[in-house]
């Protein structure tokens, strides 16, 4: 019976934590970030990723990471993930585009 691909991509990745990148687990937490500016529509526009892209920042997900971009990068970082071009990211274009850019630890006194 064939695997789901997601399910064998983490499978192969199971107990590896990366600092330049999000495992699912670390997707998830994001989540519930995501779904604050949903407010019942299908997606998020570009300007509330920007928000969240903030929100990230400052480690509000208590990852223990954060984006290694600056804020200036922060639009420019969706304008490809609209895959429906209804002018929203939904969570799944923005689930799979997580690791679009690096990331990386938070400095240990901000832990």
């Known amino acids: 019976m064939p695997e789901p691909s997601y399910k064998l991509a983490n499978k192969a990745k199971f107990g590896r934590n990366v600092e330049d990148e999000l495992n699912e687990w670390e997707k998830n937490l994001v989540k519930s970030l995501f779904d604050?500016?949903?407010?019942?529509?299908?997606?998020?526009?570009?300007?509330?990723?920007?928000?969240?892209?903030e929100r990230l920042a400052e480690d509000e997900c208590v990852l223990g990471k954060v984006?290694?971009?600056t804020?200036?990068?922060?639009?420019?970082?969706?304008?490809?993930?609209?895959?429906?071009?209804?002018?929203?990211?939904?969570?799944i274009e923005f689930r799979n585009g997580?690791?679009?850019?690096?990331?990386?630890?938070?400095?240990l006194p901000r832990l």
């Open 36 to 53: 604050q500016y949903l407010d019942g529509k299908k997606g998020v526009e570009v300007s509330e990723l920007v928000k969240i892209m």
């Open 67 to 69: 984006p290694n971009c």
């Open 71 to 91: 804020p200036d990068e922060y639009p420019g970082l969706f304008k490809k993930w609209d895959n429906n071009e209804d002018s929203l990211v939904s969570w």
């Open 98 to 107: 997580l690791n679009a850019w690096p990331w990386r630890m938070v400095e």
